[in-house]
């Protein structure tokens, strides 16, 4: 499957933008786990280590593109009612 230039720039643009803190904390945790599953030929660990390195590679979290953040509500109608006082004079 050929892929086009618009394609392969998105895909570059994905690798080596938005690095930040949980991205470069993946990367570490995936290597580092990937190091331990061929030391210890454990297959388990090695997925772990896949589903990691995977994060880092599409920018994803772990439950996609920013899906665990909270959505920010944009609320532009401050309406705000003058109260009525009503004075109470004691007999």
Not at 13 to 20: P, S
Not at 55 to 81: F, L, M, Y
């Amino acid at each position: 499957m050929v892929q086009s230039a618009k394609q392969n720039k998105m895909i570059k643009q994905t690798l080596l933008t938005g690095w930040n803190f949980m991205r470069w904390l993946r990367l570490g945790l995936g290597v580092f786990i990937a190091i331990q599953a061929v030391q210890t030929h454990d297959l388990f660990s090695g997925g772990i280590a896949a589903f990691f390195l995977f994060q880092v590679a599409t920018n994803t979290g772990c439950c996609g593109a920013s899906s665990c953040a909270v959505p920010i509500t944009k609320n532009n109608q401050d309406k705000t009612e003058d109260a009525i006082f009503e004075e109470v004079k004691a007999k």
